[in-house]
């Protein structure tokens, strides 16, 4: 999977899963533009990427505001020429009882996690298209769109939602050749993984806990060319945790 030379634009990766993701990119060959709300430790990922020998771009960039969106797509394309991939990783959580959840609340979460991808591909995509290949879209969506805890709604709500839009994406940019993809995570570590338990790693099928790395290959994957008749499917990397019955004795 060679991606030298290619631009991709990662949301959400000064820290955690889009760090990761952008590493692995900046790894292969690719030019890498990384997106945060915080400035601080966008910039810092940015210094130390750069160290490393990487072709990296810090943009901050709130994916809750269309003009910060339009921005980050036309800086892509005026500082390389071209946008590739796009990761659409930027979000959040929120888990507080449905009866205390506020408008506000949950307004922002939608915003944050399901309204940024509508506006980020579709931004995106307008570059895309100009490309003879066409492009590639990932959206990080989560386990928790097929299962829940309490106190969760929103954040479900963002994240089923996140594996609908990414089929209907899928459809509406196949005519352009942009294929679209949903990644669902589950259980990953982006903390010290030595603090983790047998037991933390041992109710997964894979016997460990996800890294950021395991999401990363996943993009790498679905956005590879070669790999292109791939689309509008949902990507579930859990170590078989949606998979595993559970009977309570």
């Known amino acids: 999977m060679d991606f030298i030379n290619k631009v991709v634009v990662v949301t959400g990766a000064a820290k955690g899963i889009g760090r990761g993701i952008a590493a692995a990119y900046a790894e292969n060959g690719a030019k890498v533009l990384i997106t945060d ?8 990922t940015e210094s130390e990427f750069k160290q490393m020998g990487s072709d990296i771009l810090f943009v901050k960039t709130d994916v809750k505001k269309e003009e910060d969106i339009i921005n980050l797509m036309e800086t892509a394309k005026k500082t390389y020429g071209r946008i590739d991939v796009l990761i659409n990783n930027a979000g959040k959580g929120l888990f507080k009882s449905l009866y205390e959840v506020t408008v506000e609340e949950w307004d922002d979460i939608i915003q944050t996690n399901l309204r940024s991808v509508f506006l980020c591909s579709r931004e995106g995509a307008k570059y895309m298209r100009e490309n003879q290949e066409g492009g590639a879209i990932v ?12 106190n969760s709604e929103s954040y479900a709500a963002t994240k089923g939602g996140i594996v609908a839009i990414t089929h209907a994406l899928a459809s509406s940019l196949s005519d352009d050749r942009i294929t679209v993809n949903a990644i669902s995570p589950g259980w990953i570590h982006t903390g010290d993984y030595s603090q983790l338990t047998d037991i933390d790693h041992n109710q997964h ?4 806990v996800g890294k950021p790395d395991d999401i990363a290959r996943a993009c790498l994957y679905l956005t590879a060319r070669e790999n292109n008749f791939v689309t509008g499917i949902n990507l579930v990397v859990d170590g078989g945790m949606t998979k595993k019955m559970i009977y309570e004795e």
Do not use: C, H, W, Y
């Open 205 to 208: 099928f894979s016997k460990r």
């Open 139 to 150: 959206n990080i969506a989560s386990t928790r769109a097929l299962m829940s805890e309490p």
């Open 37 to 44: 709300v915080d400035e601080t430790a966008g910039k810092q």
